[in-house]
């Protein structure tokens, strides 16, 4: 577990709550300045064709963004930076809003199939894709239709990996079909056995 993670997660209120409800506190021990992604948390997120993106308003709300595109869409830059490509939308602007007040962000990317889920916390960045031409040929999907109006990037200061409790499966079409294909061919390989034993 990334220990900056939770030396940021566990505040006053949160150890006075463990301790009315276990008798005990999470001891946290020293943990660094930001703690890096690794391989794994590379792997797993270009793996991902959506995530949770979270920030805060200037009244203290929440406020929580579904992001999806192909896999691969957000950008691993390096093992402190993410990136993507923010396309044309409904105009509400909220997320690109908060983060210009208050930059603190959470992901939240999921592996449903798996039952895995990575949170990452870290610093945002919002830049107009017009003033940056050259990023905007980097992190867009040719494959997308939609104009680039803003490039996001992403300072990760820390990460944490949770369990799979709780977590139900879930698969898209994609994964259904791949799942299913053994079958599929298996189904084709015994009804041709089976034209040839009818015409025998």
């Known amino acids: 577990m990334a220990l900056k993670y939770l030396e940021l997660a566990m505040t ?3 150890h006075r709550t463990q301790t009315q409800y276990y008798g005990r506190t999470v001891d946290i021990p020293g943990a ?25 308003s200037e009244t203290g709300w929440p ?3 579904h992001r999806g595109g192909p896999k691969g869409f957000l950008r691993v830059v390096n093992e ?3 990136a993507f490509a923010d396309y044309k939308g409904n105009r509400q602007l909220l997320t690109t809003g908060n983060v210009s007040v208050n930059d603190r962000v959470a992901l939240f990317l999921m592996d449903y199939p ?5 949170k990452i916390l870290g610093h945002a960045r919002v830049e107009d894709a017009r003033a940056h031409p050259e990023l905007v040929a980097q992190l867009a999907d040719p494959k997308m ?8 990037f992403i300072d990760v200061v820390s990460f944490d990996w949770n369990c799979p409790k709780y977590i139900t499966p879930r698969y898209s079409i994609e994964e ?11 189904i084709a390989e015994l009804e041709s056995e089976l034209r040839a034993a009818r015409a025998g």
């Open 114 to 118: 798996n039952r895995a889920r990575l």
């Open 32 to 56: 660094p300045e930001r703690d890096p992604l690794g391989q794994d948390e590379a792997e797993f997120i270009a793996e991902r064709d959506s995530f949770y993106l979270g920030s805060i």
């Open 63 to 65: 406020y929580i963004q």
């Open 12 to 14: 006053d209120a949160v």
């Open 145 to 152: 239709q939609s104009v680039v109006e803003r490039l996001v």
């Open 176 to 186: 259904v079909e791949e799942l299913a294909a053994p079958l599929r061919a298996r």
């Open 80 to 82: 402190t930076t993410l």
